[in-house]
């Protein structure tokens, strides 16, 4: 797997809650892969989201795809917790 600033940057600030809380199942969290179906369907609702070209039922399901609903216990966010994040 390539390593980006992005990967880096979720392998420092997520790792270590995960050691502490599933310290015998951190690593295959983290190692954890979306199928390909999936994954194919999360770029294709990025790219539509990039856009502006999600309907209403594919915002919701890409936002929780992005852990950005308001029971996500990741989201730091004041704002309204149920936007869609931006796809980059």
Do not use: W
């Not at 015998?24 to 770029?43: C, H, M, T, Y």
């Not at 919701?60 to 931006?86: H, L």
Request: charged share 35%.
């Amino acid at each position: 797997m390539a390593t980006t600033s992005e990967s880096l940057a979720f392998d420092r600030g997520v790792r270590p809650m995960l050691e502490i809380v599933l310290p015998e199942k951190a690593d295959a969290v983290i190692g954890f892969r979306a199928d390909p179906e999936l994954q194919a369907r999360v770029e294709e609702l990025g790219r539509k989201s990039t856009e502006g070209e999600l309907t209403e039922d594919e915002r919701a399901e890409y936002a929780v795809m992005c852990g950005r609903t308001s029971s996500s216990p990741f989201s730091n966010d004041k704002r309204s917790r149920s936007s869609t994040p931006s796809h980059r």
